[in-house]
């Protein structure tokens, strides 16, 4: 897993796929939260907005990142 840190104490779930590179586009973002394909500490989340903080894991498939500060 890996560790991507972010420039303040939270971040987007949408922003955060990108940046962990779990996806390449936004749109790509959008419709994988939708149908959800993505987890957040291990549970579904269908909110691209989702607050994430430090120590929060997020997985799309076989990969995931934590969010660390």
Do not use: C, S, Y
Not at 22 to 37: C, F, H, M, P, S
């Amino acid at each position: 897993m890996r560790e991507v840190a972010i420039g303040g104490d939270m971040i987007r779930l949408g922003q955060f796929l990108k940046l962990a590179d779990l996806i390449d586009t936004g749109g790509e973002a959008k419709v994988l939260i939708a149908v959800g394909d993505v987890t957040v500490n291990g549970e579904v989340d269908t909110r691209r907005g989702r607050q994430l903080h430090p120590g929060d894991v997020v997985a799309v498939g076989d990969r995931a990142a934590r969010v660390v500060a």
